[in-house]
């Protein structure tokens, strides 16, 4: 999947360090949380990881269902849509080099059909970044720096 720079843009704009720690914080900020889960209709969710944790650091499959059955709980239990068939691994760990355990527990938990890497084959430069598949799942190389 290509970008062009206008989309980059926007996408920067939308998605910069946006992350949802439920009801951490002060009462204000927990209002808040709220109304996000008020809005599930206005985002597109996506699954990532329960503590955030680069699935890398995972040594078996069963841990990372662990914590990807979590993040799918909250979303039904809160009205997230759950098929988007798209995830994002933290720092897209796990995605390329593979990590075999992500990809099939992405699989077995989500129907993940689509992700994507900003390192396959190298971070740098950008032009020369290629999309590929592993157990069914396409993987993009993302363009925005």
């Not at 290509?2 to 996408?11: D, K, M, Q, R």
């Not at 951490?24 to 944790?53: A, C, I, N, Y």
Request: charged share 20%; glycine share 4%; net charge negative.
């Amino acid at each position: 999947m290509l970008f062009s720079e206008t989309s980059c843009e926007v996408i920067r704009r939308s998605a910069q360090e946006q992350e949802l720690n439920w009801h951490p914080g002060t009462e204000e900020e927990d209002e808040g949380d709220d109304l996000l889960l008020r809005s599930v209709d206005e985002f597109w969710w996506f699954p990532h990881m329960w503590s955030h944790m680069q699935p890398h650091l995972f040594h078996n499959e069963s841990s990372l269902v662990e914590q990807m059955i979590l993040n799918k709980e909250f979303a039904l239990e809160h009205g997230i849509p759950t098929n988007l068939g798209y995830a994002v691994a933290p720092h897209h760990s796990g995605v390329y080099p593979v990590h075999i355990q992500l990809y099939a527990a992405w699989k077995k938990v989500w129907g993940i059909q689509v992700t994507s890497t900003e390192e396959y084959p190298h971070l740098k430069p950008a032009r020369y970044r290629k999309g590929f598949i592993h157990n069914s799942i396409m993987v993009s190389a993302y363009f925005c720096a």
